[in-house]
């Protein structure tokens, strides 16, 4: 295994337009943009958490040749204050020190206070023709509409876990590190449409690997998620209508130091697999990260048109699962729709 002198990453963060993934709808225009030299003078990236937002802004600031002396990164959740932003209306008009532009990334700018806004909006309106802005933010709907109508705006995709599963197994081989599938899977899974948090659970995995291999149910251990023997327990035992057996399971996952959301998403896709396989619709490719074992056990429960475990069910499941969000006890929406189903 390769030694790695940083976080992952750092390491393996995008230096180029080419190697962002997913995100072609993106990359397109702004490549676009460079070649005609049709420079928006502020732009607003949003999306997700780690989906490559504050990377694409400094691809984006060198590719229009501004160098790292004058690219400006500030985190509006420190600065988010009038001072601040008159700071930077200050600053802007000054030249730049050796590039055609002056580019301000400013991450988190849904945090900025509401004179912090209507400093900057002014700001945006009549720009100094050197200065490019670029706004990051998570949560576009706290910006005002007049801050989003002086921007071009572009949303950034969350990668789907199939593609997060790609990447970390990507990485993987990069460094040298034996990686089984399931365990790239769970991963993707735990890291919930984020490419950093998955490379930041990735390092953590190859931190407690050493020099020995890990199998998939020890990654799990080590991201949190359920053994995979506890989620066929559960679905087992609702099959089989026993109130006891499923609840014992539920509380085995979450005394073993599951995260019961992680828990939730496994299992509501196994139930998916098991309705669409039903019902004889197309497979999701989810259903790629089963062991074969699990295929098997799942088709059985297809072929019962009798089982319990039907879209009445998963409808139910789906209610506790929004109720998850609003309890300290996470398996607690669960027990309750355990007990209304099979009671």
């Known amino acids: 295994m390769a030694e790695s002198s940083f976080a992952l990453y750092r390491k393996y963060r995008p230096e180029s337009f080419d190697a962002v993934r997913n995100q072609e709808h993106i990359i397109t225009v702004l490549k676009g943009a460079i070649q005609k030299q049709m420079i928006p003078h502020a732009l607003l990236f949003t999306g997700s958490r780690g989906t490559g937002k504050t990377t694409v802004a400094r691809i984006f600031a060198h590719g229009i040749g501004a160098s790292d002396i004058d690219i400006y990164e500030i985190d509006a959740a420190s600065n988010r204050g009038i001072d601040d932003i008159r700071e930077l209306k200050e600053a802007v008009h000054s030249l730049p020190f050796k590039s055609p532009y002056k580019v301000y990334i400013i991450d988190e700018v849904h945090m900025l206070t509401k004179e912090a806004f209507n400093a900057l909006l002014k700001t945006l309106e009549e720009p100094p023709s050197h200065v490019v802005f670029i706004l990051a933010t998570t949560e576009k709907d706290k910006l005002l509409d007049t801050i989003t109508s002086r921007c071009q705006v572009f949303t950034f995709k969350a990668p789907t876990r199939i593609e997060l599963k790609e990447t970390i197994l990507d990485i993987a081989r990069a460094e040298n590190f034996t990686l089984p599938e399931a365990g790239a899977d769970t991963i993707a899974l735990a890291a919930d449409g984020s490419y950093r948090d998955a490379l930041g659970i990735m390092q953590k995995v190859i931190m407690a690997a050493g020099d020995s291999q890990?199998?998939?149910?020890?990654?799990?251990?080590?991201?949190?998620?359920?053994?995979?023997?506890?989620?066929?327990?559960?679905?087992?035992?609702?099959?089989?209508?026993?109130?006891?057996?499923?609840?014992?399971?539920?509380?085995?996952?979450?005394?073993?130091?599951?995260?019961?959301?992680?828990?939730?998403?496994?299992?509501?896709e196994q139930i998916r697999i098991v309705l669409l396989v039903r019902h004889g619709a197309p497979i999701p490719q989810l259903i790629e990260s089963l062991t074969e074992d699990e295929r098997v056990f799942l088709e059985l429960i297809a072929k019962d048109k009798t089982s319990v475990i039907n879209s009445g069910l998963l409808l139910?499941?789906?209610?506790?699962?929004?109720?998850?969000?609003?309890?300290?006890?996470?398996?607690?929406?669960?027990?309750?729709?355990?007990?209304?189903?099979l009671s």
């Open 214 to 268: 890990l199998d998939p149910d020890q990654i799990a251990t080590i991201v949190g998620a359920p053994k995979r023997v506890h989620i066929k327990l559960f679905i087992e035992a609702l099959q089989a209508k026993n109130l006891e057996r499923a609840l014992n399971a539920l509380h085995e996952a979450s005394r073993s130091g599951a995260d019961m959301k992680i828990f939730f998403t496994m299992f509501l």
């Open 316 to 341: 139910r499941f789906l209610q506790a699962g929004n109720s998850m969000e609003h309890t300290s006890i996470q398996e607690l929406p669960l027990e309750l729709a355990v007990i209304e189903l």
